[in-house]
């Protein structure tokens, strides 16, 4: 602490000091992330005078699980990039990674690997039914109610998906089988 290396008076420290705040990094409040985003696309659309771009679903996830060690400066600074680089509205997701390189020495904690694995199995399940929640929920085996929470823990928009917009029923047969 700067008080007791004599780098900072401690009298002027406890003045200061009546309400200690903690603000956390962006990486422990992930949930921030995808506002965020929106703010930032919109801002920077504002500034170009055009549309605000969006980010494709695998583009927003790996945000999401990106460690952000430059906080929310970072990005923005991502944003910025990607959407002036963008060749089309819907930013992908090898224009995030270009811009955010992971470490090669990097290992995930195990919290972010599961919430990896599940962001990508459920992005990959509502791609496999164009968006269709009680379709989803019957391959994932879990009750659609379940299915939706797990969707809003992940920021998951089934209407990102090509037709989300269809009516949500599970089709006659067994499920799906992939061969």
Avoid at 101 to 115: C, G, H, I, V
Wanted: aromatic share 8%; with cysteine; glycine share 4%.
């Amino acid at each position: 602490m700067a008080v007791k290396r004599g780098e900072f008076r401690e009298d002027l420290f406890y003045r200061l000091n009546v309400i200690p705040l903690y603000m956390p990094s962006l990486a422990e409040r992930c949930e921030d992330i995808p506002l965020l985003i929106d703010h930032f696309l919109v801002m920077q659309a504002v500034k170009e005078g055009v549309e605000p771009s969006r980010f494709s679903p695998e583009a927003l996830e790996y945000m999401r699980l990106h460690a952000w060690p430059g906080n929310v400066r970072q990005l923005q600074n991502v944003i910025e990039q990607c959407s002036v680089l963008s060749p089309s509205p819907l930013i992908p997701v090898s224009l995030v990674k270009q811009a955010l390189p992971e470490s090669d020495n990097k290992f995930k904690t195990l919290q972010k690997a599961r919430y990896e694995f599940d962001a990508h199995y459920l992005n990959r399940v509502l791609g496999m039914v164009e968006g269709n929640i009680t379709y989803a929920a019957h391959i994932a085996g879990c009750e659609r109610e379940e299915f939706e929470c797990l969707l809003a823990k992940h920021n998951i928009n089934p209407l990102n998906f090509d037709n989300a917009h269809e009516e949500n029923t599970v089709p006659d047969g067994d499920g799906v089988h992939l061969y």
